[in-house]
């Protein structure tokens, strides 16, 4: 296949001081970045700068200290609006991760005995557990829309479940199994239509793909920080403003009030009500930074890059015996991500061989999506999650070893 | 089996390293399992074999296929190879602290916890005192006419003969550790002087003839001797003053030195000792067992008091 020049890989590379670093003599393949990013140098001096230079609170103190400190924070959340494109930063909440963004509003949303939720069959935990939780101690119903036969979206499937008791379609917008996503666009408008809310788990649409969070009108989106560049232990929880006036926090405390008396308190405006605690300045600081220099890279050049690796991986290795892909055919339609099993081999020894044999970082296992991979009856997947620094070179050692691998299993 | 072996080796390189100290405690949980005749499901035979794969796959694809292939039945093959190789570390263990060599008595073949050989070198005796070339197996006391040489506490069971020499190191190491013995234990004592340096001819003379003036003083002079410094052995006005110290009537001793019939009796003794076949000194022989070379103490105790002489 013809390889596309699409960005300066060489010198994004020197962006990221781990991968001028060595593990046991030989240079890493990180193919992990579904579950965690690298950090570009960029990053963690943001960090950095936060314990270095300027340690203490933000908002509740007026020294010089505190008032760098909240402006930082105050800019990251800026940031973080003009990446999705929000309508006002006050729209952009702090969390800890998608996990908790999700969490955030399963709780903090007034639902009652027999709404509906849907969801897709093959969520991330973060996006199923919460929900079942809420049916055990609300009573609310959550309904499973079905993907197709190639793990795609089916939005007939879907339109037949939505109906006017649906208060809420909470779906992944990316997903971490296969890489496929969901026509959001479409699905919000129809949900829309119906009068239900829409929470999009962006965890795996963030790092990849350009979002424009005013044109496609969701109410709610969750992702992490850790996924496209930023620290670990960040997250964003984006809800349109009018919505996150009526939610009631979730965790509450410091910094959620204006006031309080012995017997009540007036919450803050949002987001400041749902960010409760002393946060992560430093990986708020640090999230601030990710965001730009993702912004800086462009996703054209980032959705390309990852798609000519994919393609690459999947021709190279989609006749090889035994070998299944999860999800569709056509490398496009699963992002940077290809997903597959060996039929009899566990998918841990795989990953546990690239790691041995060329230090390549791949995912094993159910990835969080257990009940999709029960449904189906399979033990796991081996899971290759490409992102913009991954180069053709890399792409080609794992291939290779992998059809060592297969030679010998 | 392969989480047995996997087990005891990182439980050893557990000793040096934290993360083969935490692979070890997998491995001991996977091998708790397997006595408790349940399956190892916690994935660590699952994860070793993976790594040794994708080790392996890198230098050859042919034998990492074999060890896929035949992974359960190289564990057991390695398992019995540990097996094996244990009982015969153990058995060097106990020959070591038995007989002073991993190899057994006597064996002068590469010893780990004795790596110079320490405990099985010999003063050499010269080549042309020997007929023809001996080994230990050829060494015996039968035949051998021990009367007239010096001896202590002659009447009790234990029978201790020692063939060494005032100027030979491994002699002077050995000759107090075993008098230490011979006080604690009370066993016979036999000592056969033969001067494997030439440059001592005199000494067995003078020996003989200290012991023919004085028994007890005799054992004293060799005490003396034995610890002292062995250049000054070479000085015979240090020997006679010394002799003179512990009470020795000087001028007999010397007219005894110098008698014909001490040249004569004294050769017939030597002549006794070149007939044990020994090769070098010490030689030494406790109830008839021979131990050629300096042993360290314990090896001594055990030929006399068995293996847990520490214990009487």
Redesign the interface.
């Known amino acids: 296949m013809q390889w596309v020049q699409v960005m300066d890989i060489k010198r994004i590379r020197q962006d990221f001081p781990i991968l001028q670093e060595n593990a046991g003599h030989k240079p890493i393949t990180y193919f992990d970045n579904a579950c965690q990013s690298l950090r570009p140098k960029a990053v963690i001096d943001a960090i950095n700068q936060y314990y270095l230079k300027s340690s203490a609170c933000s908002g509740r103190s007026m020294h010089q200290l505190a008032a760098e400190v909240t402006r930082s924070c105050d800019q990251a959340r800026s940031s973080i609006a003009k990446f999705l494109n929000a309508a006002r930063k006050e729209e952009i909440v702090f969390t800890r991760n998608t996990t908790e963004g999700i969490n955030l509003v399963s709780n903090s949303l007034d639902f009652q005995k027999d709404d509906v939720v849907l969801i897709s069959d093959k969520e991330h935990n973060s996006n199923l557990i919460p929900w079942q939780i809420l049916a055990k101690r609300k009573g609310i119903i959550v309904k499973i829309v079905p993907s197709q036969e190639d793990n795609t979206f089916d939005l007939q499937a879907f339109e037949k479940l939505l109906d006017k008791k649906v208060k809420l379609v909470s779906f992944g917008q990316t997903s971490n199994l296969d890489g496929v996503s969901i026509p959001a666009a479409e699905i919000i408008k129809k949900a829309h239509q119906n009068g239900s809310l829409v929470l999009l788990d962006a965890a795996q649409t963030a790092p990849h793909y350009r979002i424009n969070i005013k044109a496609l009108d969701v109410d709610f989106m969750a992702f992490s920080g850790h996924k496209m560049l930023g620290p670990s232990g960040t997250g964003v929880l984006y809800g349109k403003y009018q919505l996150l006036e009526q939610l009631e926090p979730f965790l509450v405390g410091g910094d959620t009030v204006l006031s309080s008396t012995y017997d009540s308190c007036q919450f803050l405006p949002p987001p400041e009500k749902f960010e409760a605690g002393l946060q992560d300045y430093a990986g708020i600081m640090g999230l601030g930074a990710a965001v730009n220099y993702l912004m800086g890279t462009g996703f054209e050049a980032v959705e390309k890059q990852e798609q000519l690796l994919n393609e690459y991986i999947t021709v190279e290795i989609k006749d090889m015996p035994k070998l299944k892909l999860i999800g569709p055919a056509d490398p496009k339609r699963r992002g940077g991500i290809v997903s597959f099993y060996i039929e009899g081999v566990d998918s841990h020894r795989i990953a546990l061989m690239l790691d041995q044999m060329a230090n390549i970082m791949v995912r094993s296992g159910q990835h969080c999506v257990h009940s999709w991979f029960n449904a189906h009856q399979l033990k796991g997947s081996v899971r290759v999650s490409l992102y913009f620094y991954n180069t053709q070179e890399e792409a080609m050692l794992f291939v290779n070893s992998l059809k060592k691998i297969g030679k010998v299993l | 089996m392969f989480c047995i072996i996997a087990f005891v080796i990182l439980a050893i390189l557990g000793i040096f390293s934290a993360s083969n100290r935490a692979l070890a405690k997998e491995a001991l949980d996977c091998v708790f399992r397997r006595v408790t005749l349940r399956p190892c499901n916690t994935?660590f035979d699952?994860?070793m074999?993976?790594?040794i794969?994708?080790?392996v796959?890198?230098r050859s694809?042919t034998a990492?296929?074999l060890i896929?292939k035949n992974f359960e039945l190289l564990s057991w093959i390695f398992f019995f190879l540990m097996v094996g190789s244990s009982v015969w570390a153990l058995r060097g263990v106990y020959l070591f602290y038995v007989t002073g060599s991993c190899n057994g008595l006597n064996q002068a073949a590469f010893c780990v916890f004795d790596p110079k050989g320490a405990n099985n070198q010999v003063s050499g005796l010269a080549a042309t005192c020997k007929v023809t070339p001996t080994t230990e197996k050829d060494l015996t006391l039968d035949r051998i006419n021990l009367a007239g040489f010096p001896v202590l506490n002659e009447n009790a069971s234990d029978k201790i003969v020692f063939i060494g020499c005032y100027h030979c190191d491994y002699t002077r190491k050995t000759y107090p550790m075993v008098m230490d013995l011979v006080k604690k234990t009370n066993a016979s004592f036999t000592f056969l002087h033969y001067p494997v340096k030439e440059n001592t001819d005199y000494m067995t003379k003078l020996g003989y003839c200290a012991y023919q003036q004085d028994q007890n003083k005799y054992w004293q002079m060799n005490d003396i001797f034995f610890t002292g410094d062995k250049m000054k052995l070479d000085d015979t006005a240090y020997v006679q003053k010394t002799l003179a110290s512990l009470g020795y009537d000087s001028v007999k001793i010397n007219t005894c030195i110098d008698s014909p019939q001490t040249e004569d009796t004294v050769q017939k003794l030597l002549d006794e000792v070149i007939k044990t076949k020994f090769f070098g000194t010490p030689t030494v022989f406790i109830n008839g067992k021979v131990l050629v070379g300096p042993k360290p103490y314990r090896v001594y105790a055990i030929m006399l008091d068995g293996l847990f002489y520490w214990l009487k």
């Open positions: 994935g699952e994860k074999k993976s790594k794969l994708g080790s796959i890198t694809e990492a296929r896929n």
